[in-house]
Each structure stands twice: as C-alpha cells, then as structure tokens.
C-alpha cells in the first residue's frame, strides 16, 4: 500500500539520450510536484500540479515536460539527457494545495547521465 | 542565495549529548516542516510549524518556530544512534503549490 511510487528506482543512460520517470499516488492528493536532490543532498522544486494543471515550473530547462494524464500521477519527461542531469529525483504529492500540507515524498529515482 | 540557512550541515555526537539544528531565513514563512531523510529514500515528515513562537514535541525531539516566522530549530535531547540520519528544515510561502524550499540539510551521526 505504497503512497507514493516511482519507477524506476535506478536510471543510468548515456548523454543525448530521452527518458521518462513515472510518478503515481494512491493518496487521493489533489496536488503533485517534482524535486531535484543534487549529490549534496539539496532538494529543489521543480514542477508542481494542482488537478493536473502545472502550478510552477522553477526556471527548469525545457528538455524537462512533466505530464499529467490524471491527478494520480505526475510523470517527468527528459529530452537529450546532459551529464548536469544526474541526481535523485523525488516525486511527492499533498492534499491540497496550502502550505501547512504535508507533503509526502516518493522514494527517488537515481538518474546517472554517462 | 540560499533562501534557507541551515546549520550545522554536520554534526557528529556521542550518544546522550544534547544538540540543537538552527534553520534561518530573512524571508517571512506560512509554514515550516522539519523532515528526516534516510539514505535511499524520500523525506518524512516529523513536524509542521505554522503559528509564530510555537513551540511542538516529538519524544526527545523539540521544534521552535521562531515569533516572526522567520526561523526555526530542532533539538534533540539524549541523543541516540537511532537519531543518526539526514534532516532538512523545508518552508512554504504563500501558496502551498509553490512547492517547499529546503535548507542544506544536517547530516546528524550519533555515535554509540
């Protein structure tokens, strides 16, 4: 009974190449985001969406579309993948979208960009 | 610029000490979460602090958030190995859909 999951746990691919990290919450939450975790643990926002509309988008670079086909899930898809690319990247969702939520973090998906 | 200063970003302890984990901001905050990361897993939440001045416990663990918002601490009494892990101080302003804005992170190792 996984609140949050996300496929695939390791990633490793060569530079140039697309790929595609999935997200999906059986919570019921109403809003999802994506974070990026660099190798000195530093956790940024990068998207969230709020009933499958995109809220923010922090200055990522547009090889990066997140998808949303329903509010369950919130996937991230990365076109010509750079060696800058590689880091842990946390989906997590909240109920809605205030700022005393919590907010509920999927276990990562290590990418490595060779 | 770091929007959230956390500090120390690393603390070694023997057990049973005492410690405290400061997170400052000159920016105002609705709320602010204190989460524990262990390797190869996503954050968890321990607290969310929302009212100036609130003081909540957790055990052994106490969290502070300061009267205008702007700050917070964690401290840990008695520590045990079984505290050893990452912690992160996160904010939320205005809307909760902007996301959190994370500190650095304490790497906290207590040793036996």
């Known amino acids: 009974d996984t609140a949050v999951s996300q496929t695939p746990k390791y990633l490793v691919t060569q530079m140039g190449n697309d790929k595609s990290i999935k997200c999906e919450q059986n919570?019921?939450?109403?809003?999802m985001y994506w974070y990026k975790q660099d190798s000195k643990k530093f956790l940024k926002i990068m998207f969230s969406y709020n009933n499958k509309e995109l809220i923010i988008n922090e200055t990522v670079p547009n090889r990066f579309s997140p998808k949303s086909p329903d509010k369950a899930h919130l996937n991230l898809h990365i076109n010509s993948l750079e060696l800058g690319d590689s880091a842990v990247y946390f989906c997590?969702?909240?109920?809605?979208?205030?700022?005393?939520?919590?907010?509920?973090f999927g276990p990562g998906t290590r990418l490595t960009v060779l | 610029t770091q929007l959230l200063e956390q500090s120390p970003q690393f603390l070694s302890i023997q057990e049973g000490e005492n410690l405290t984990v400061y997170c400052n901001s000159s920016s105002v905050f609705s709320s602010l979460q204190w989460y524990r990361q262990e390797p190869g897993e996503g954050p968890v939440l321990l607290v969310t602090v929302v009212t100036g001045g609130e003081v909540k416990k957790l055990k052994r663990l106490t969290f502070q958030f300061g009267d205008a918002r702007k700050d917070s601490s964690l401290h840990i009494t008695a520590a045990q190995p079984g505290d050893t892990g990452l912690y992160l101080c996160a904010g939320a302003m205005g809307r909760g859909a902007d996301g959190l804005t994370f500190g650095k992170g304490t790497h906290l190792i207590i040793q036996p």
């Open positions: 919570l019921g939450h109403d809003t």
């Open positions: 997590a969702s909240s109920q809605v979208a205030a700022p005393t939520d919590t907010q509920y």
